[in-house]
């Protein structure tokens, strides 16, 4: 299952709202959907699993949604420490990641 | 707290053999299944290897991406709580940083090491 992220870069600022998009190839099965938050210089973490559940210690600023085909990570009131690229990744099918979307915060 | 710590990379020419060590701690080792991910210089990620729990079922079943199987090999010591990759006739496109991560309840990843980096260049 090949996983397409939109837009590639997203450059907003603080307080405002991320919307992130993860498009997949073929349905994925029983939401098996991830998200991972990755900063420079450290391994990607766990955000959001089934779609739509927090990892544990995840703020509620970060939200996931969606079903079959098209999935989406919102990030409501950004902060600085939001600047990181995200992944999306689906387990339905083995395991692959989309390719990331760039988050900027300025 | 969970900690997984990877070891055992370093610079190798194409053809050569590496082994790769996670030291995993904080939790019940022999409960999860553990993958490898890795992901090459300015790119992004890429699932590797998995290793089932054995606690959970007989033997230890093992999948590996198109990508390295027949030359990557995934096991596990639940006595030294330790995951290890055994990676033969490495290629320069093995070039990565290679992650430890425990499997949470399905093939999604909820911790990661800090990962070792492997290079292989003539």
């Known amino acids: 299952i090949v996983l397409t992220q939109s837009p590639g870069t997203l450059s907003l600022s603080p307080g405002e709202r991320a919307t992130l998009s993860c498009r997949a190839s073929?349905?994925?099965?029983?939401?098996?959907l991830a998200w991972y938050q990755q900063k420079p210089g450290q391994p990607p973490r766990l955000l959001i699993y089934g779609a739509s559940s927090r990892a544990t210690g995840i703020p509620d600023r970060f939200s996931g949604s969606g079903s079959g085909t098209d999935f989406t990570l919102a990030i409501s009131r950004l902060e600085p420490e939001d600047s990181a690229v995200y992944y999306c990744q689906q387990y339905s099918d083995s395991a692959t990641f989309g390719q990331g979307t760039r988050l900027e915060i300025k | 707290q969970v900690q997984l710590v990877e070891s055992g990379g370093g610079v190798v020419q194409p053809g050569r053999f590496l082994r790769l060590s996670c030291a995993a701690s904080g939790f019940t080792f022999n409960y999860f299944g553990m993958h490898w991910v890795r992901q090459a210089p300015g790119k992004g990620l890429e699932w590797v290897a998995f290793i089932w729990s054995d606690f959970w079922i007989d033997g230890s079943g093992t999948y590996y991406a198109d990508s390295v199987r027949g030359r990557f090999t995934i096991s596990r010591d639940n006595v030294k709580n330790t995951l290890y990759l055994q990676m033969n006739s490495l290629r320069v496109d093995d070039t990565a940083v290679y992650y430890c991560?425990?499997?949470?309840?399905?093939?999604?990843?909820?911790?990661w090491g800090r990962g070792t980096p492997v290079t292989v260049s003539s």
């Open positions: 073929q349905t994925i099965t029983s939401s098996y």
């Open positions: 991560a425990r499997g949470g309840g399905k093939w999604y990843f909820d911790f």
